[in-house]
């Protein structure tokens, strides 16, 4: 498995414009053999450009799609080695789903189809609904006889565009897993779009976070989370906090900070701007990772921590967590979630706190970046 690489996907400088519009900047992209890739972005990001021109729907303007060592640039889709399935599941409503997953196999002249299609409605665990008409079928399972009728054809290469944005919150959740099960089972590429951060960490190996048609960020789920390179990586998958601050001196392995009067170290390592003395950072750090104590034991909390005054602004209590905005005069509005353990009844709006952390927990992003990039709220160029 492992040296066979004709379900690798190579995009080598590929790019698309329409018109003075560039919906792709030229970018390079390989996609491994039998792994679980995501492109995620939000609407107008070139995700689905991207994922198209792999298909042969779309013709690049610049650059090449080579799968394994084949190269399919000009390739019509039906020469691909590819197949898609999309929002829509476009079933035929009136085929059952035994006929349904057949069809391309039928299209092909194969007469005895009936272990195979079985095989595969087995495999997506709608072995039993096989005589059924779609519309008798949840959106889930519609959902699932689109990938089985996809997969029968043995395609190199399955692209799944938003596949699960009709379905409903729980689901979704519940397909994400069975997705990645069957991906698992199968063993071959599985390229898919999506502008929902959760839905691609919970099911790829490797995410390329897309902004403005350009690729922001590649890695696996727990790194781009863990170690965004950018605002925008760092607003768009969940929540971060970044405050401003100035460099003040180097200690070791460390950079000591200044942000209204507080002290914050930042390990060197994970500072991915760094800057001189006097210089500018946006210091980063998830709101799972602060603890919140009130005021009055602030003298409880360990040495070594990096630590912050404000005020609770507002609480929200939902359920797993109570998440908190406090006002710091080193930023407005932190955002804090605390577990639901043990509540302290005087965390509540108004009251004075200390937000602390462990300093291995902070990143550090330059700060000549616009602060709010990803969060939806940033004004657009």
Known sequence: MTTDNSGDVRLSGIGKTYGAF??????????????????????????????????????????????????????????????????????????????????????????????????????????????????????????????????????????????????????????????????????????????????????????AVMNGGRVEQLGAPTDLYENPRTTFVANFLGTSNLIEAEVDTKSGDDIVLKAAGDKLVLPAARCGAPAPAGGKVLVGIRPEKIALAHADDAGGIPEGRNRLTGKIADASFIGVSTQYVIDSPACAELSVYVQNVERDARLVPGADV?????????????AAQAIDAGTGEEVAA
């Open 22 to 207: 560039t919906a792709v900047h030229p970018l390079d992209l390989t996609v491994p053999q039998g792994s679980f890739f995501a492109l995620l972005g939000a609407s107008g990001c070139g995700k689905t450009t991207t994922l198209r021109m792999i298909a042969g729907l779309e013709e690049p303007t610049s650059g090449t799609v080579h799968l394994g060592d084949q190269d399919v640039t000009h390739l019509p889709p039906y020469k691909r080695p590819v197949n898609t399935v999309f929002q829509s599941y476009a079933l035929f409503p009136h085929l059952d789903i035994f006929e349904n997953v057949a069809f391309g196999l039928r299209r092909r002249g194969l007469k005895s189809v009936k272990k195979q299609v079985e095989d595969m409605l087995d495999l997506v665990q709608l072995g039993e609904q096989a005589r059924k008409k779609p519309h008798q079928l949840s959106g889930g399972q519609q959902q699932r006889v689109a990938v089985a009728r996809a997969l029968i054809n043995h395609p190199k290469v399955l692209l799944l565009d938003e596949p699960l944005g009709a379905l409903d919150l729980k689901l979704r959740r519940q397909m994400q897993l069975e997705l990645k099960r069957i991906q698992t089972e199968v063993g071959i590429t599985f390229i898919h779009v999506t502008h929902d951060q959760e839905e691609a960490m919970t099911m790829a190996d490797t995410v």
């Open 354 to 366: 200390v937000l602390h952390w462990s300093p291995a927990h902070t990143f550090g992003l330059d």
